[in-house]
C-alpha cells in the first residue's frame, strides 16, 4: 500500500493520484483520497478515527 500525506486540499488527490490511499490537509479539516478519488471530508478531531476506518475497508 502507497500512501500520500499531502499539504493541501486542492492539489493533493492530482498530484498523488498515483497513491493508493491519501490525505490532504487544511486549517479546516482534511480530505481522504484513494487512486486520486474523493472518499470523504473530516474535522481535525476525528483524523485518527477516520484514518483508521477508511484503511480497514481499504
Same mark, same amino acid.
Given at each position: ?13 492530482? !498530484? %498523488?493520484?498515483? %497513491?493508493?490511499?491519501?490525505? %490532504?490537509?487544511?486549517?479546516? +479539516? ?6 486520486? %478519488?474523493?472518499?470523504?471530508? +473530516? !474535522? ?9 476506518? !477508511?484503511?480497514t475497508i481499504y
Open positions: 500500500m502507497t500512501i500520500a500525506v499531502m499539504g493541501c486540499e486542492v492539489n493533493g488527490p492530482k !498530484e %498523488a493520484s498515483s %497513491a493508493d490511499f491519501g490525505v %490532504a490537509g487544511s486549517p479546516n +479539516g482534511f480530505i481522504v483520497f484513494k487512486k486520486g %478519488a474523493f472518499v470523504c471530508r +473530516g !474535522e481535525l478531531k476525528d483524523f485518527e478515527e477516520i484514518i483508521r476506518r !477508511e484503511i
